[in-house]
């Protein structure tokens, strides 16, 4: 799937897919296009902000409106498309059984297109080591995700697909996510996906509906109406609408206008308010996409705020993102061609309002509320600032009124200890909570520096060396040399040193 930060690593990660149990199996193709007459549209969306018990708020937080979770980060393979050994995530496959919801994995390579290769390349030990695992943690099945390989791979992606299905218990899932294709092309990664060969081994297609506009190119929308019902379209040429999940970005794209310093990168829905607020940005939608627009302004002396890594500096700006309105819209398409349901990229970026009207929107319930640019007025993102730590926990979107708890996670600082988090001239701890204000906050986390140990004064002995001195006072050869001026490993016994 696409990422907030989408890093071209050497590694594919593996997602993970969680449905409710009370769903058709669905490994189990025939159960499962029998499961489309109770017209209960399919739900999916992944995970992968945030620790453990961070993911698993996310998905508690929908209140029963996503049937399928995807947590990245899971299993890893190596360059030569091997998989490492996966650590067990109990703690999270157990809480999602004991919500009635399953656990599928999903096989990523992040962009990397030699990884992608090699993994097809090793399909039948690749496959051998899923399927192991698969059975080995408890889990229910395999979301293959693999991109950016060629149409020479088009016959090693079927049989790769075919295999993993022969591999895996038959009730257990078996889905793939491909590109978005509006114009029906057979050349690029778009190629390598040959929908009729696949589908005998899939429950379904999911269709990456999003990055139309992308990181390096031109402004414009992330997932316009046009370009997802084209996809659509084709697709429904190939396979049938039972097999089809569209998918929703609950991400953005910020460009800077006029230069080349913002083209196109990564924002989360949260931060977007964020922006909003402090730069005063103007919010409009656009009827001919079907998507939101924001354009703002940086002036000398503002705040710089710092986007996934990218500090802004003073300039105009345009994002293009997906809100309630536009999602809406999107999803109406699932009523229109009569599809299996919906998949999202990804929980903890999207505005929390979204959960009160999903499940009616995706079900076609006609006394749902409809959605507008003001439906988001009442939400307002909480940021947490590690003030130079690391491990930040994910910003949220609480409404006005609303108690916000106080996240569990600590942020790490070398040197220092975590006192709080600061908000309005008080500190909190974890657990404790605040009344959400008609605005946007900003909680930072406070740090008392440790006391700087008294180093410790050595004479040296006959047979003394540096090396020898780091191991025994638990210390390194460079830290003695930098605290006493030494310029080489040379000491003489009577020497005096001090030992950090």
């Known amino acids: ?22 769903l058709i199996p669905a490994g189990n193709i025939g159960q499962a296009e029998a499961a489309d007459v109770t017209n209960e549209k399919y739900s999916m969306a992944y995970v992968f902000l945030g620790n453990t018990a961070t ?69 039948d030990r690749l496959t051998t080591q899923l399927a192991h695992y ?25 049989k790769f697909m075919a295999m993993i299905r022969d591999k895996i218990p038959a009730h257990k899932e078996v889905s793939i996510a491909i590109s978005a294709n509006p114009t029906g092309t057979t050349s690029g990664w778009q ?43 084709y697709a429904l040429t190939k396979t049938s609408a039972n097999k089809i999940v569209m998918g929703i970005p609950f991400y953005g794209r910020l460009w800077s206008v006029g230069n080349t310093n913002s ?35 940086v002036k000398s002396g503002d705040t710089l705020l710092t986007i996934q890594g990218t500090r802004l500096s003073a300039g105009n700006y345009v994002i293009w993102y997906e809100n309630l309105q536009s999602i809406q819209a999107k999803i109406e398409l699932v009523q229109k061609y009569n599809l299996k349901g ?42 947490y600032d590690t003030n130079g730590g690391s491990g930040a926990p994910s910003n949220t979107q609480q409404r006005q009124g609303a108690t916000v708890t106080i996240t569990n996670t600590i942020p790490t600082r070398t040197g220092y200890t975590f006192t709080g988090w600061r908000y309005n ?37 006959s047979g003394d060396t ?13 830290a003695i040399k930098i605290l006493n001026g030494l310029t080489s490993d040379m000491i003489y016994p009577g020497q005096k040193l001090q030992i950090p």
């Open 1 to 22: 799937m696409r990422p907030i930060i989408r890093k071209q690593t050497a590694i594919i990660i593996i997602c993970v897919f969680i449905s409710a149990w009370f």
């Open 466 to 478: 540096l090396w020898l001195l780091s191991r025994i006072f638990g210390t390194s050869v460079n």
């Open 263 to 297: 083209r196109g990168i990564d924002v989360t829905n949260s931060d977007i308010d964020l922006i909003i607020k402090t730069y005063n940005g103007i919010t409009t939608f656009d009827t001919a996409t079907q998507s939101t627009k924001v354009e703002f302004n």
């Open 134 to 158: 698969i059975e080995l943690y408890d889990l229910d099945g395999i979301n293959v995700d693999i991109e950016n390989v060629t149409p020479a791979q088009r016959d090693l992606y079927t």
């Open 55 to 123: 993911q698993i708020n996310q998905v508690e937080r929908t209140n029963g409106a996503i049937q399928t979770v995807s947590p990245s980060g899971w299993f890893n393979l190596n360059v030569d498309g091997t998989l490492q050994t996966p650590a067990n995530r109990a703690q999270f496959v157990t809480r999602m059984h004991e919500l009635g919801i399953r656990v599928v994995v999903c096989l990523n390579n992040h962009w990397d297109q030699k990884t992608g290769i090699n993994a097809l390349n090793n399909a």
């Open 191 to 233: 190629g390598s996906y040959d929908y009729a060969a696949i589908n005998p081994y899939v429950d379904y297609f999911m269709i990456m509906t999003y990055d139309e506009h992308y990181e390096g190119g031109s402004a414009g929308s992330v997932s316009s109406i046009n370009f997802v019902e084209k996809s659509i379209q």
């Open 425 to 461: 001239g008080n500190t909190y701890t974890k657990g404790q909570t605040l009344t959400m204000p008609a605005t946007s906050i900003t909680l930072t986390a406070q740090w008392t520096q440790n006391p700087t140990p008294t180093p410790t004064t050595h004479t040296v002995k």
């Open 342 to 383: 919906v998949g999202a990229w990804a929980l903890g970026q999207e505005n929390t309002a979204l959960w009160n009207n999903y499940s009616n929107w995706l079900n076609g319930n006609s006394k749902a509320g409809s959605a507008s640019p003001g439906d988001q007025s009442n939400y307002y993102s909480v940021v």
